[in-house]
């Protein structure tokens, strides 16, 4: 079974320039993440789908941040623009479903390592 | 959410068992301990779950204390490739905001040594 798919792997700009990620999660999954991890500390979730609905995104700077999953698939996260505190990892992961079952566990991609500087 | 605390690092030999503790005294009745990896240069993977008695896969064993307040993970033969940061992570399975979700802390961080 092919796993989660994040591209590109690695990403440098300038600050207050844009930035765009891209997910493809396991097929079949409903239920996709995108997460921050900053150097030295555990991920943190920014935004969480249900198929291409939006179930909590509480921790996303909306401001600056956007992301979107057409089609209940694919899903690309945006930076517009980028400032330097942004330099950190962004972690895709899919499960098959929203729920906390036993069986419902998270299945992380690579990752994109962003640098802003 | 509930809390956890680990060590920020531990050491081991390789070929040797390796205990990861972590303490949950704050855990509800419905959490579950999950614990995940995160090798260098990767996204994080699952490792063991349990709610209330010991669990054991392919992977690793996982011990529960009778009160649920603390867990190990245990790694029965550690090898180089289990160098990683392990995270002990309580998933709610309660209702609002919290149910299902995985709140990283900053984990333990296992260095094997050959």
């Known amino acids: 079974e092919a796993g989660v798919a994040q591209s590109p792997r690695y990403k440098i700009i300038e600050k207050r320039q844009s930035v765009a990620f891209w997910c493809n999660p396991i097929s079949g999954h409903a239920t996709l993440y995108w997460y921050q991890q900053i150097l030295g500390q555990g991920p943190k979730l920014l935004i969480q789908f249900q198929n291409n609905g939006v179930v909590d995104d509480s921790q996303l700077p909306k401001d600056r941040f956007s992301a979107e999953r057409l089609k209940g698939v694919d899903s690309t996260l945006k930076i517009q623009p980028a400032k330097l505190e942004d330099s950190a990892v962004y972690l895709c992961?899919?499960?098959?479903?929203?729920?906390?079952?036993?069986?419902?566990?998270?299945?992380f991609g690579a990752g994109t390592r962003l640098s802003v500087l | 959410d509930a809390k956890t605390t680990q060590p920020n690092s531990m050491e081991s030999n390789e070929e040797e068992p390796v205990h990861l503790p972590c303490n949950h005294s704050?855990?509800?009745?419905?959490?579950?301990i999950h614990w995940y990896r995160q090798l260098p240069s990767q996204g994080p993977e699952y490792v063991i779950h349990g709610l209330t008695s010991n669990v054991n896969n392919r992977m690793a064993s996982l011990a529960i204390a009778e009160d649920r307040k603390s867990s190990t993970l245990i790694l029965h033969r550690a090898t180089l490739r289990d160098a990683a940061v392990y995270y002990c992570i309580l998933r709610s399975l309660a209702g609002g905001t919290s149910y299902g979700k995985l709140t990283f802390g900053q984990g333990t961080i296992l260095t094997v040594h050959p």
């Open positions: 704050t855990i509800s009745g419905t959490d579950y």
């Open positions: 992961a899919s499960s098959p479903s929203l729920g906390a079952d036993t069986k419902n566990i998270q299945y």
